[in-house]
């Protein structure tokens, strides 16, 4: 199946993982683009040097293109962006704050810049910038989410611009994936699926975590990262939801301490972070205890497996799945699926 997307990139099918923080590490990147998809690696909390140890770890097990994460507002942009020039990155993902300065200094040296956007303002802002493609999130996805459903903001972004729009947001299957384009879309971009495969490096008890959940399960809250996100319901979320201030000022000062020590940086370089967060996502001020808080939270639970304490972004989508196959498997899978079903319209228009 050939779209611009597939084009643009050089990719086999429009698929494409998300760059999920503290989610997609290098097994997992590799594993979708040697399926064929476009794997992103979720770099949001990656000193420079250990990204380009795992930029060179996902060109060990693949030369496929693949992706890079970023956050916009993260205390090490410029170091960061560095890595990708010098690597030659192929492509440049994004989202959370104003993405102008990564667009501005890859773009020269052939980089494909995708941002994930959630309004139609903010997709317009970015293609005025010279942003290649778009990864259009509804209110269906884990993590930060969008106030507009995927069936219908999908459409609106696609009217608003002239670049390839990627959906994402509810997607898990070959179903999906037709639905994505016929709303105008030109390939899927799927986070809680790709994480709940054999090449994810979440912990096992994690995955099956996941897959025990409904759909109802995964809740947006603004308590755990400072602005809406959607996760697992939890202990942790109950009882930050429950009393909006018992858990953010204890783990917002540690947690500040923290981001300072992983990224070696001036306490006022990560507070300088956190304004730039604050003024993008229009964060009250009593919530940037949260907003510190999140990263830590989210870490807790994908890779330290703490069930009752850590966040676990996640997706309606959950709901759908309750398996755990390879990336090969599920893209030949959902591909399949789209194939048939294209078929079976036409056979009925005929």
């Known amino acids: 199946m050939r779209t611009r997307i597939t084009d643009l990139i050089g990719i086999d099918y429009p698929i494409i993982q998300a760059g999920m923080n503290w989610g997609a590490y290098p097994s997992l990147v590799a594993a979708v683009s040697n399926a064929g998809g476009l794997g992103i690696l979720g770099a949001g909390s990656m000193t420079a040097e250990i990204l380009r140890q795992n930029i ?162 995964a809740v947006i809250t603004d308590r755990v990262t400072g602005t809406r996100c959607r996760g697992l319901l939890n202990k942790m979320v109950r009882i930050i939801e429950k009393d909006k201030r018992s858990l953010a000022m204890k783990e917002s000062i540690y947690s500040l301490l923290e981001l300072r020590r992983a990224f070696n940086v001036p306490l006022w370089k990560i507070l300088l972070s956190g304004m730039r967060m604050k003024k993008a996502y229009q964060i009250p001020a009593g919530q940037l205890g949260n907003a510190a808080a999140g990263n830590r939270r989210i870490k807790k639970a994908l890779v330290e497996a703490d069930l009752e304490w850590g966040f676990m972004p996640c997706g309606q989508v959950c709901g759908r799945i309750d398996d755990i196959p390879t990336c090969q498997e599920l893209i030949q899978r959902v591909m399949n699926e789209a194939d048939e079903i294209i078929s079976g319209l036409s056979d009925k228009s005929s």
């Not at 960061?80 to 959370?96: D, F, K, N, T, W």
């Not at 980089?111 to 259009?136: C, F, Q, W």
């Not at 993590?143 to 696609?158: E, M």
């Open 56 to 217: 060179k770890a996902i060109r060990d097990m693949t030369d496929k293109p693949f992706g890079v994460n970023l956050l916009a507002t993260s205390p090490i942009l410029d170091e960061l962006i560095e890595v990708m020039v010098e690597e030659r990155v192929p492509v440049a993902s994004y989202g959370r704050g104003d993405p102008k300065k990564i667009v501005e200094r890859t773009k020269s040296y052939g980089i494909l810049n995708m941002p994930t956007v959630g309004a139609v303002k903010h997709a317009v802002r970015v293609e005025s910038y010279g942003a290649d493609a778009l990864i259009v999130q509804g209110m269906e996805g884990g993590g930060h989410s969008s106030y507009l459903g995927t069936i219908v903001l999908v459409p609106l972004v696609t009217a608003a611009v002239k670049i390839p729009v990627v959906a994402a947001g509810g997607f898990c299957d070959g179903k999906g994936l037709v639905s994505a384009l016929a709303l105008g879309a030109e390939g899927i971009s799927m986070g809680t699926r790709f994480a709940l495969t054999k090449e994810s490096t979440l912990p096992e008890e994690v995955k099956q975590f996941y897959i025990a959940s409904s759909g109802d399960d």
